[in-house]
């Protein structure tokens, strides 16, 4: 490689000790005292992969330190109390009007303090992208297969991080004490005060009494401000420590295996890119602080427990619950005296915590039905495992589904529909909305997967239509370039589902291996979990693949060089100053 | 792989083919060759790249100057209305503060992407597990420790511990013990006594009378048509302080989310009389509680002909003529009626306070 062309901010050779410089006297006296050099040398050039989905999860993290940043700035001014004052800052309509001095001061940093509007929309703005970059990293890593072996851990700490930013939320926006955030406590009052047994006592103590006391704000405001985010900070940090020691995942291609990590080093330029990465989320948070409205709470008043404003909903990421409060059945049962509201019990307190199992327990789930032990660094695409896509995309529409069923009352409004025949159509959609999902994304993958073995044995389309000497059609397959037909193929082969269910007995009538119901429950799995699934060609069915482009190439021989060929769309030769046709006839 | 998992030259080793994966149809081509980039081989178009670079980090200075003008220049106040509904301060705040942190962003990674040394390389892995050796060596580790201290050898030192270990978080969770009052505790005659108090209480009495629930006034039934309703609350959070002053602070919010009610008036021979109520309504004028049953929101959607009252959180609907039973919606149980009376100067009144528990479900209700 001729590297004399090369500027010379790019040295060929390797930096040396030779001549002290201000980095290493800085460096040196660092070790002296601390001895980091041995983990600088190993981490300050590891490698990081890219692709543009590895972003999602920085997102996340970025939008937690504005979070951090910002909500220290909202702390300066917020006083989360609910003693009563008459409200006398600049807002004109609600001023004279008693409220909580939580809300009084959220007015304040609202109108009164240069930038406080702008730290609070930031605030909440930077809230949403935080749970929001969160959920779509986790379907990144889902889909991928990121959560396999040896990541399964990270995986369930993600998924922490993921309920108690959803918590965190909820305390955050109950703050204020503003119309729509006290009818969101007075819901959650509902709720606990539906759990068998202990509900009332629980309301009572967290409440300091009956609804609504005076304590819930400032309690509610020690879990937002130091318990919630002091587990955060420390999942968070985890988190990251396991994604290091782990290494990133990377996508398979030319020279990356699942021996090898290629990429940036982490010194310069994933540290730039990452720390340029953290700017521009800090940015744009800034930008949508700017431009965009959200959660104005001056417009809805202080709370007063007698009053309600119509299309009352809680923020996006609390709405898949409450759309299952909402297409509940009213379900109610007295036993012994005592009151079991299954109504309120089943949507918000069971079934987000059985969905929220179901979600930590998918990577043993997984491994435990394919019976995979080993270690995966190579990304899958979603298609090469069909039924686990399938199985994720069940459980979004799932989600979705539940979250449109919480905006039932905007959906009826909006398409001057029936708000019972909404409710009672999305009764069954929850169901059978997710099968359906299921079968179709499964059935999506697979054909993926054949259209990808298809290309690999036949080539890919040129969008040239040969005519043949006996006047047949037919449209021109070239072989694909070896680096994408080696990154197409570079995946394992399923494993053929073998032994038998339990208590059976092979044809010389040897029983099964293993025994026990489970294990028969597992075989099934195991040969559903694979069924149908398109396997990459086999070297026989390539080698006959390639013989027969060869034969039909021979046929073509002539064209070659021509712009019939095909080949300059691969970038084999150029034929502008060709014709398909003489341009004089 | 024990000793050079990672090196400078690794991008050569890459090329090697991986012995590991048996199952390649193809050959690993090993990783394709580095391209150099405009800026890498032409002095020119590096000074460029140089030039954008500090463009954008001088474009991120003016903005934060931006912003420390638009700070001083801009007050706030209830006029946010300038600039295009936005208010000004937050306007140009934001826009600055925005601006100043995009440049640098944009900034540092056009440097990566323009000027930094863009060469791919090659780290090898680890497996996450340890070595045999070192597993057997801390296997070993951990049994000498459990060995040495003995706890394996004597139960009864190890059993004590662990439950005196277990059992010493009880001193964390007991002491919220005393976070509120408990329900059997807050009532008439008992610890926490105050207008209304009780879960299952509120503040009704016979013979108080059913105000507005903004402006306190009593209503006369002749003040309704038919199709009217009112949000009435009970007097008793207007004048039911010791003294007769109006409640106020904690004990007024805990009585509005208890006392609220909606006052409607029908056709009298539209209501649909549950046993016993046959006279708990006055000339079609006829009261519930507002509370929601389902989980306490407070309801007003009221659609006059059908009667039927929606709730906003999630669409419990009840039908006003009909005892308001549950006709739609996740509610399980009727809004809690109130009986009403006229007293003698002819005002609305409570002729006895609701006979259930008003508000969501709890496990004592029964």
Known sequence: MDTTKVATSNTTTAATTKKKNRVGAVAGWADDRLGLAALGKKQLRKVFPDHWSFMLGEIALWSFVVLLLTGVFLTLWFNPSMGEVAYDGSYDQLRGIEMSEAYASSLHISFDVRGGLLMRQMHHWAAMLFVASMMVHLLRVFFTGAFRKPRELNWVIGCLLLILGTLEGFTGYSLPDDLLSGTGVRAADGFIKASPVVGTYMSFLLFGGEFPGEAIIPRLFTVHVLLIPGLLLALIAAHMLLLVYHKHTQWPGPGRTEQNVVGYPMLPVYAAKAGGFFFIVFGITAMMGALLTINPVWKYGP???????????????????????????????????????????????????????????????????TGDKRDHHL???????????????????MYGLFWAAGGNDIIAITLHASINQITYFMRAAVIIGPIIAFFITRRWCISLQRKDNETVLHGYETGIIMRSPEGGYSEKHLPLPESKAYALTARDRDPVPNGLPSGGTDANGVPAPEGGRLAGLRHRLRTLYYADNAQKPTPEELAEGHHHAEHEHELQTGMDGHAADGHQFDGHHLVEDEHLRDPHH | MSDHDKDEHGHELSNVPDEAVTDDLYPNPGLPEHHWRPTDVDPKAERRAERQVATLFLLSVVCTVLFVVSYFTFQVGDDWDTIGGFGASNLTLGLSLSGALLFIGIGIIQLARKLMADKEIVEYRHPSASSEADRAEALTALNTGIDESGIGRRPLVRNTMLGAVGLVGVTAIIPLWDLGPKPNQVGPGKKYDYPGAGIENTIWTAGMRVVRDVTGTPIRPADMEIGDLINGEPAGIFNGGPDGEPLEGVVLQIN???????????????????????????????????????????????????????CPCHQSTFDLSDSARVVFGPAARALPQLPLGVDEEGYLIATAPFDEPVGPSYWERG
Request: net charge negative; hydrophobic share 45%; aromatic share 10%.
């Open chain 1, 303 to 369: 709370y007063d427990p007698s009053k309600v404003t119509a299309g009352s909903q809680p923020d996006w990421y609390m709405g898949w619950p409450d759309g299952a409060l909402r297409i509940m059945p009213g379900l109610e049962s007295e036993i012994f005296g005592y009151t079991i509201s299954w109504n309120v019990m089943l949507p918000i307190l069971i079934l987000p915590i059985v969905m929220f199992i179901i979600l930590l327990l998918l990577p043993f789930l997984d491994a435990w039905i």
């Open chain 1, 379 to 397: 990304l899958e695409r979603p298609r090469n495992a069909p039924t686990r896509t399938a199985l994720m995309v069940a459980l979004m529409t």
């Open chain 2, 256 to 310: 509005k989310s208890k006392g609220a009610v909606v006052v409607v008036r029908m056709e009298p021979d539209e209501i649909i009389p549950a046993e016993g109520r046959e006279n708990w309504a006055v000339d079609g004028i006829i009261c519930y509680s507002k509370i929601c049953t389902h989980v306490g929101c407070p309801i007003s959607l009221y659609e006059r002909t059908t009667h039927h009252l929606l």
